[in-house]
């Protein structure tokens, strides 16, 4: 079946460019998350739509991220004018409804992204 | 706000012996408690969950974990481990938001 799909799977930029990662959700689910996983370490939180509302971005780390959604289905990332701390695998997810009620939440491979 | 730790960064073990990977998390609030795992190079799959109900809960791949409200400790074991288990494993606690905030990780290495 499918799962939550993530494009593109690799992507190497300059610093100083931008980039947008697309994530495409579980069909019917009304939450989504992105998360950050820099090279060996956990997951870091970014941000989470319930439906195309973003009732948690507390996550973003600078005014440089953004991310939409529309409707409830895709959502971009959006990381303005690159920084080299920026490389990382950023990991979307989605779920039928939000985590704190016990739902499952499924992730997709992540969006390897490398800023030369 | 919830918070979740887990005590070993790496746990190496040979094949077929038993492994304990300790997660403990803080909350002032009842929590959903999940184990995911991470194979190299692929996305994470949920391992197991506690919502309520029996403290033990089994899971895919012969795991369970335990749910301990007094330690506020939800370890993940697993009798007997194959080559095939190495992997990161990331322990998770759903906050009142409806997201999910991750521990740091452990790398299991199950080594012949």
């Known amino acids: 079946g499918a799962g939550v799909s993530q494009s593109p799977s690799n992507k190497v930029t300059e610093k100083g460019k931008d980039v947008e990662l697309r994530c495409d959700p579980i069909?019917?689910?009304?939450?989504l998350y992105w998360y950050r996983q820099r090279l060996g370490q956990g997951l870091e939180f970014l941000i989470y739509?319930?439906?195309?509302?973003?009732?948690?971005k507390s996550g973003l780390p600078s005014d440089r991220f953004s991310a939409e959604r529309t409707g409830e289905s895709v959502s971009t990332l959006t990381i303005q004018r690159t920084q080299q701390e920026d490389s990382a695998v950023y990991l979307c997810?989605?779920?039928?409804?939000?985590?704190?009620?016990?739902?499952?939440?499924?992730f997709g491979e992540g969006s390897w992204l490398t800023v030369v | 706000a919830q918070s979740v730790t887990q005590l070993d960064s790496q746990v190496p073990v040979f094949e077929e012996a038993p492994v304990e990977l300790r997660c403990n998390y803080s909350s002032s609030v009842s929590v959903y408690l999940f184990w995911y795992v991470q194979y190299p190079n692929q996305g994470l799959q949920l391992l197991l969950k506690?919502?309520?109900?029996?403290?033990l809960v089994k899971g895919i791949n012969g795991f369970e974990a335990e749910f301990n409200k007094s330690q506020t400790s939800f370890h993940l074991r697993k009798p007997s481990v194959h080559i095939s288990d190495t992997a990161e494993y990331f322990c998770?606690?759903?906050?009142?938001?409806?997201?999910?905030?991750f521990g740091q990780g452990t790398e299991l290495s199950v080594k012949p």
């Open positions: 069909s019917g689910h009304t939450a």
């Open positions: 997810a989605s779920s039928l409804g939000s985590g704190f009620s016990g739902n499952t939440i499924y």
């Open positions: 506690y919502l309520s109900g029996s403290t």
């Open positions: 998770a606690v759903s906050d009142q938001g409806g997201k999910l905030i």
């Open positions: 739509f319930q439906g195309n509302s973003a009732p948690d």
